[in-house]
């Protein structure tokens, strides 16, 4: 528990709460707590998913905290390891991230689930990108949105700021799923514990391409992995979870991941 976020651990899984009432935005203070949050559950092997959302049922996150703002807290601001919310900037996070978005999800809080890997939402949350209304950038989500959803779409969001819903959103493919308010939660849990179950080792060889090669060539980025040029991919084709896999194949049986 810290001041403005409440974390849990569930056996291998951690779940994070942002909880800063009335509308849970994000200070420099909380910011750099999602951070150090964040930052905790990549360094430590015993934590394999993580499950971002917020208290209320109306509010995920509006973003950067206006009043804040106001009262002197610059845009470059210390926020801490990251990046804004503690996501978007945090190198080697190399474990599944879920958000699962109770509510209104704009600005800052937008480019926060942008940062997850899975994204559920509640039937009643609602999505916009309103910078454009106060005369700043939506900077993380100007460098990701054109590359999650369609061009023509992700710049007319930009652009325009307008409000959108569930429907739309995962019409895009921006969300994987629409739920209940009072089964967001569980699905998230049984996803996570899911993915919990799974080989960890294949979870970060995968993050690690998928992030590295966003930028590059593709017969690039194949042949920095069969050349073992990423860590995750080195790690894993040298562990004991490889061979137990392929063990665990050849005699009929569900494997038993360690880590290691």
């Known amino acids: 528990m810290t001041k403005n976020i409440r974390v849990e651990r569930r056996g291998a899984v951690l779940e994070v709460t942002l909880d800063r009432p009335k509308a849970n935005a994000i200070d ?121 959803i369609p061009y023509h779409i992700a710049m007319e969001l930009l652009f325009t700021g307008r409000w959108f819903d569930v429907g739309e959103a995962k019409g895009w493919g921006l969300i994987n799923r629409v739920l209940p308010a009072d089964a967001l939660m569980s699905e998230a849990r049984k996803m996570a514990d899911d993915l919990a179950a799974g080989p960890p080792l294949v979870f970060a060889a995968i993050k690690e391409i998928v992030c590295a090669a966003e930028d590059m060539k593709f017969q690039d980025a194949m042949n920095r992995i069969t050349t073992s040029q990423f860590e995750t991919v080195e790690r894993l084709y040298r562990s004991e979870d490889q061979k137990e896999g392929a063990r665990a194949f050849a005699e009929k049986r569900d494997p038993v991941w360690k880590g290691r």
């Open 28 to 148: 420099a203070a909380t910011s750099r707590e999602l951070g150090d949050t964040f930052l905790a559950f990549r360094d430590d092997p015993d934590l394999r998913v993580a499950i971002l959302t917020a208290a209320g049922d109306k509010f995920f996150c509006p973003g950067w905290d206006l009043k804040a703002a106001a009262e002197g807290e610059a845009p470059d601001s210390d926020y801490g390891p990251g990046g804004f919310g503690g996501l978007q900037e945090l190198p080697r996070l190399n474990k599944p991230v879920i958000a699962a978005v109770n509510g209104i999800c704009c600005g800052g809080g937008l480019e926060l689930a942008l940062g997850a890997d899975i994204i559920l939402a509640a039937e009643h949350a609602t999505f916009a990108l309103p910078e454009i209304r106060s005369g700043t950038v939506a900077d993380a989500a100007t460098l990701k949105l054109p590359k999650r």
